[in-house]
């Protein structure tokens, strides 16, 4: 199964990128790579993740990391589609 990105998901990750950066920037690296490795990992348990908030989506988290990944599970591709900290009020 392939990975489809939204565009705001993947604003979302550059944005998470940006603020380490410039806040954290020892924690940066390690940080993104842990979230896009997870991430890659639906490709092989499209189910890892809990039931979402919203009906049809899925939530991978990351202990003790504060991000929350929301994705949708597709006949043909995994969408992901927002990546938020866990402290931000949701939509």
């Known amino acids: 199964m392939r990975l489809r990105w939204t565009p705001a998901a993947a ?18 690296a390690p940080t993104i790579l842990k979230l896009y490795n ?10 890892l993740g ?3 908030c919203e009906a049809g989506t899925r939530e991978l988290l990351f202990p003790p990391m504060p991000y929350i990944v929301v994705y949708r599970v597709r006949s043909d ?4 589609l927002r990546i ?8």
Request: aromatic letters at 10%.
């Open 11 to 28: 604003a979302d990750l550059e944005e998470i990128n940006r603020y380490l950066q410039q806040h954290h920037p020892s924690y940066r």
């Open 38 to 47: 997870q991430i890659q990992s639906l490709k092989q348990f499209p189910s």
């Open 50 to 52: 809990r039931p979402g």
């Open 77 to 80: 591709a995994i969408e992901i």
């Open 84 to 91: 938020y900290h866990g402290a931000r009020n949701l939509p």
